[in-house]
């Protein structure tokens, strides 16, 4: 129960997580000051940015971990992911589809030996963008 949020990739379940963060988008505007008006500043919308996505203290398969790889190396991949909320009775409450994700920063735990599981600190992802699945 801890890994609250499941991500998806390519629409197969590939890990758990008990911490998203990053789940942000901004709209930048320009400002314009027109003569004569002292009261208020014309505002136009430019461009949507979006921050990198965290996924935090998860338990994954390997793919993750040669997916990050492969781009070390060189291979750019970029993939749909979603990431499935759960309420504590294990249903699902809400999805967040995920645009054009590539892995950027893969941190690991502290190693132990009595655990066989691969265990993740931290997993960071750039995207393009993201909406609310259904």
Same mark, same amino acid.
């Given at each position: =129960?801890?890994?609250? #949020?499941?991500?998806? $990739?390519?629409?197969? !379940? +590939?890990?758990? #997580?008990? +911490? &998203? *963060?990053?789940?942000?988008?901004? $709209? *930048?505007? %320009?400002?314009?000051?027109?003569?004569?008006?002292? /009261?208020?500043?014309?505002?136009?919308?430019? !461009?949507?940015?979006?921050?990198?996505?965290?996924?935090?203290?998860?338990?994954? /398969? %390997? #793919? =993750?971990?040669?997916?990050?790889?492969?781009?070390?190396?060189? /291979?750019?991949?970029?993939?749909? $992911?979603?990431?499935?909320?759960? /309420?504590?009775?294990?249903?699902?409450?809400?999805?967040?589809? $995920?645009?054009?994700?590539?892995? &950027? *920063?893969?941190?690991?735990? %502290?190693? %132990?030996?009595?655990?066989? !599981?691969?265990?993740?600190?931290?997993?960071?992802?750039?995207? +393009?963008?993201? +909406?609310?699945?259904?």
């Amino acid at each position: =129960m801890n890994f609250r #949020f499941l991500v998806e $990739i390519d629409g197969i !379940q +590939r890990g758990g #997580f008990a +911490r &998203v *963060k990053g789940i942000a988008r901004e $709209i *930048k505007v %320009d400002t314009y000051r027109e003569g004569g008006v002292n /009261d208020y500043e014309h505002k136009f919308v430019n !461009q949507t940015t979006y921050g990198n996505l965290v996924l935090e203290r998860g338990l994954v /398969d %390997d #793919f =993750m971990w040669s997916w990050h790889d492969r781009l070390v190396e060189g /291979d750019v991949k970029r993939r749909p $992911i979603t990431i499935v909320m759960r /309420d504590s009775t294990n249903n699902e409450t809400w999805r967040w589809l $995920i645009d054009g994700a590539l892995p &950027v *920063k893969w941190s690991g735990t %502290d190693l %132990d030996a009595a655990s066989s !599981q691969i265990v993740v600190e931290s997993i960071e992802l750039a995207h +393009r963008g993201f +909406r609310k699945g259904k």
